[in-house]
């Protein structure tokens, strides 16, 4: 029987259409693991995330999505989002709420019978989200970027096996993009859970990320496996257009730097 730690999510022959335009098909060969942060990475329109709902459940699908063996198709939407958590790029709390409010109302919509453990939980979610000195403020009284905080904060203490978010660090500055990523690498690891983020950013991607999947136009899968196996200049170029430069160190973060868009005959546009 399979342990917390060697949990995986695995994703074959998934299919979605919406009406009557397919937006994934046969999406095959995805496997994240738990301990570490698996981005989900692609350009505009290749249908991230479609296939983000789709694991959670909230968008209908054909093929397979297994966590630890099981098919969440078997399981209830109850079952499934106790497993499984998705927080979307837009998300809605009553502003009138207060940030530990807000924060604390996700857990116990999770954990009914919340007690001081669940206080503590979400007074430490707040502190390692730099949002402790937000607690009393309400929602409408914050930034996009914060209220982009307490959204993960919300999704996190939630404490789901996958916890998949969806451009969490699109609002944040660059402090927070690090501190974000740099906690949820932690949050992985400490709670051996899985997390599964899609991502523009290919740099942050690469920094954070143990495994990526990359999907290209059309919704097909482009490659799998690690930052350094999957972000190649060649495979940039054939995904997302672009002459790039990719840079691998011992001593600093990896860094793909884009130089140049192609034009659909793959040269360069002046």
């Known amino acids: 029987m399979s342990t917390v730690n060697q949990a995986t999510l695995d994703v074959e022959s ?7 335009h397919p937006v994934l098909e046969r999406v095959s060969g995805l496997s994240a693991r738990a301990g570490e942060i698996t981005a ?4 505009n329109g290749a249908g991230k995330s479609t296939l983000l709902k789709a694991i959670a459940g909230l968008e209908r699908y054909h093929g397979s999505v297994r966590f630890d063996a099981t098919d969440l198709a078997e399981l209830d939407a109850t079952e499934r989002a106790r497993r499984v958590y998705y927080l979307p790029q837009e998300s809605g ?6 940030v530990f409010e807000a924060v604390l109302l996700a857990r116990r919509t999770s954990h009914p019978t919340a007690g001081q453990r669940d206080l503590e939980l979400v007074r430490q979610t707040l502190i390692m989200l730099e949002l402790e000195p937000l607690a009393e403020r309400t929602l409408d009284q ?3 970027g914060q209220r982009q905080r307490v959204a993960i904060a919300q ?7 996958v916890l998949m978010l969806d451009e969490p660090t699109s609002a944040l500055d660059l402090h927070h993009q690090l501190q974000v990523l740099e906690w949820l690498a932690a949050v992985a690891r400490q709670r051996g859970i899985i997390v599964l983020i899609a991502i523009h950013d290919l ?10 999947w990359m999907l290209g136009n059309g919704g097909k899968v482009k490659a799998t496996g690690t930052p350094r196996h999957v972000l190649t200049e060649d495979r940039l170029r054939e995904v997302y257009a672009i002459h790039a430069q990719v840079e691998w160190s011992d001593d600093e973060p990896p860094r793909v730097t884009p ?3 192609l034009t659909s005959l793959g ?4």
């Open 267 to 270: 040269g360069v546009k002046r």
């Open 203 to 212: 740099s942050l991607a690469a920094r954070f990320a143990g495994q990526l």
């Open 40 to 43: 989900l990475v692609g350009p």
């Open 259 to 261: 130089l140049a868009a």
């Open 155 to 161: 999704a996190a203490v939630r404490e789901p096996r």
């Open 93 to 98: 709390t009553p502003a009138a709420l207060s």
């Open 14 to 20: 998934l299919s979605v259409t919406l009406g009557r």
């Open 142 to 144: 914050l930034s996009g």
